[in-house]
């Protein structure tokens, strides 16, 4: 039971979800079935429109799914939790409060029982794990969009969570930005060896980051086209791998998919 | 010796270059200083009087503007009391302001009381049914923003209500509370709370989602959500509704004490069109224009207090 338990730690069973929308019933994830590992990192790829988030926010609680069952550990999803973190795209920190009150807001109502002295080294742990301690007493609108994500994710991780959602977390940066938070983010994962679900829409971050990437089909009816195995060893180096052989027939394989067999046509 | 006397002032006036209309005072020690190091320098330190020049010249030209349109006002209003009989000019009204001012708080008895006197008794009126429209407007309107079912049942009422002339609803209020103070404070309270109201439940409404995902996923309380989420994001609508509901509250107070008498600057400016004291009434109008001029400043200075950004 343990080792099914490991082996199918997050649970996507026959998952359709359909929204009402003014043109009529929109059907936008159809059947789709999943197994995630414990300790796993997964991305979902895929051409914008194409339900991507829309798996995350299912995983995430935030929507349910119009059929079909979601388990997390074993138990059904039907309400947002604790054990399942969130990194917003647009960071979405709350701009009235400082970083270190951000933070704080999340570990405050996941460690209840703990005095605030506890809550505040939590707070500060978190931050220093992102390289933001001296960012503590700032608020959003005066740090870089960097800055912002590294807060946004260590309000997530300061949860403790099981599993980690990401919501394209790396989208709105430049490049260098990006390079330097994904380095961050695979020594966080390293360290903290907690299931993650990443969506994204560059393939570099997916091949990279990722254990398996799902690709998915263009809506509406999107559904699981392919997954591939990213047998890759980590510690990954960006700069050693982008000689390596295996890395970039992945790379091409995720590339042949997006724009071979699904391109999106032109809008 | 004046060497030194020179640089300590040359790095003085850089550290004022901030904000141009906070620093008159500033601007003036600036120019002290620069005349007394130039004095001991025996000769014009150059980069000084470039400074001092730059900043008066803002200054300047930020005044002249406003300047101008107040004397054309002036300009105005004494051309046309010129050409009207019994139309008093600028300098015989600042006359009878000069007199008026020099004793705002006499009484004898309640028909003749001091300016200051029937002022407050305005402004304690506004304060009184402009706070109660307060208490109730802004959790109705933040229940109203919450709540689609509220929303859509009080959409009717307030679209039905919120156009009624303020002055509509002093005779309901004479009937009601059977006596004429109560029924202006009611008439301000009946025109103050939409703007709040309405600035309220669109602020709530307009709450961006991606916090109320945060707060879904974090799992707050209502109450923090209240507290940390909603509040502080309504804040800036509320503040504006605010803003709308003392300017109406104070605009309808002329017109409300006018018919119900009492002490008041409305009714004021009845009695001295009975007396026909135009000077008066004229004073009037200003002294009503700068308070509700204050009033809007006093809200913008604790919204802009209030403000995150």
Redesign the interface.
Known sequence: MEKHQQERYVQLENVNMSFVTKKGIFNALNNINLDIKEGEFVSIIGHSGCGKSTVLNLI???LEPTSGHLFCAGREIY????E???V?Q?H?L????TCFENVY??VE?VFESETKAQLAARTHAALELVGLTHATDK?P?EISGGMKQRVGIARALA?EPKVLLLDEPFGALDALTRATLQDELMKIMAKSGCTAVMVTHDVDEAVLLSDRIVMMTNGPSAEIGEILEVNLAKPRNRLALAEDKTYNHLRSEVLRFLYERHAKKAA | MSTISINKVQTKPIKHTKRLDKNLSNLIKTATIATEAAKAANKPAPAIPSQFSMQSKAFFQWLIPPFLGVCLLFAIWALIAQLTKGLPGPISTLKEAVVLFSDPFYANGPNDQGIGWNILASLKRVALGFGLAALIGIPLGFMIGRFEFLSRMTAPVISLLRPVSPLAWLPIGLLVFKAADPASIWVIFISAIWPMIINTAVGVSKVPQ??M??A??????EW?IVT??LF??VLPYMMTGVRLSIGVAWLVIVAAEMLTGGVGIGFWVWDEWNNLNVEHIIIAIFVVGIVGLLLEQVLILIAKKFS??
């Open positions: 995430a609680g935030l309400k947002p939790g604790p399942r973190a969130v917003f647009n979405s709350l701009p009235w409060l807001l999340a109502r608020r609108n949860m | 991606d916090y995902n945060v879904k996923v974090l799992n707050l309380s923090k940390k989420i502080p994001s995150y950004e």
